[in-house]
């Protein structure tokens, strides 16, 4: 049998979303940018992944610009932003626990000169809405959260936020982080006061390299990419027809039973974190249950590394995570783990499991089994 639970990581493409994506580079493989009929067949199947997606956030389709995935966007929202803004101010506001597709650029713009003030969170992963706001001052420019945490799971709450901010300084900007959100939960950055919203395709079952950054239409903000003048002169580039396609379908289906999906696995996450909690020396890290995001779950193993743990699931098909997919190979440590103040053994032994509609039942049991075959074995090794 196997257990696929690093959904986090990257999803399996929807049916559909295969489907149009071959259909693009097959049939309509037209540049975007030509003026003849190819070209006109393939842009609109940009103009309609911009309109699915306009949808699902109840947003202008002329606010939706396509990337090559949610680190562009981040970087994008961070260094685009700051460098059209910079006369107003120069410091930024991000948290503890960023991905490092926000905390790399936030740490490139202090080298530029910004300032960057990090609010803290709690051992749940909740921000200290206390210190964000005694954080905010004249100068701040913008503020990044992530709206889900891609390690713990754990839920900002972004529509307080936004209303904090533009409370304390409505000229700073505010930018959500929601490549582990989108897909989970309704967002409307409207009425949650979000300028910009990152998005990634691949963790919504489309395909990878695509993404997109909601920019409302207000905000000031430079393009990073220069070039032919794509995407209005902000994004340049010739556009990534079959992702760009893919994505847009991707959305489409994700929104249509998207309640019926996040219940379920809710469902799961909660029965499996309850079946883990039943074996000794296991840890669940980060919210309480009933709390977090619907599809990710974090623990520790006590007494086994989470690499030798990683790899000993594998052996056995079954595929999860020592951490963000973007960092695992750096032996640097996860900044979320250590952010909520885990101990060293805790940190080393963590383990990420993460869910998604596909997931079903028989691979959670499966995967109970298995852990409770491996780890007394793994534990009596380690201690030779």
Known sequence: MEAYLDNSATTRCYEEVRD????????????????????????????????????????????????????????????????????????????????????????????????????????????SMEELAAAIREDTILVSAMYVNNELGAVLPVEEIGALIKEKNPDTLFHADAIQAYGKYRIF????????????????????????????????????????GQQKGMRSGTDNVPGIAGMGEAARIIYEHLEENTSRMRKLKEYFRGELEKIDNVEINGPVAGEGAPHILNASFLGVRSEVLLHALEDQGIYVSAGSACSSHKRTGSPSLGAIGLSPERKESAVRFSFSEFTTKEELDYTLETLKSLLPMLRRYARR
């Open 20 to 127: 149009i994506v071959v259909k693009t580079m097959m049939e309509n493989y037209g540049n975007p940018s030509s003026m003849h009929l190819k070209g006109v067949e393939a842009e609109k199947y940009v103009k309609e992944a911009a309109r699915e997606i306009a949808r699902t956030l109840k947003v202008q389709e002329k606010e939706i610009y396509f990337t090559s995935g949610g680190t562009e966007s981040d970087n994008w929202a961070l260094i685009g932003t700051a460098m059209a803004n910079q006369r107003k101010g120069k410091h930024i506001i991000t948290t503890v626990f960023e991905h490092a597709a926000i905390s790399a650029p936030a740490a490139w713009l202090e080298d530029q000169g910004f300032e960057v003030t990090r609010v803290p969170v709690d051992s749940r992963g909740n921000l």
């Open 189 to 228: 950055p409207k009425k949650m006061k979000i300028d910009l919203l990152s998005v990634s395709s691949h963790k919504i079952h489309g395909p990878k390299g695509a993404g997109f950054l909601y920019i409302g239409e207000k905000v000031k903000i430079h393009p990073l990419i220069l070039g032919g």
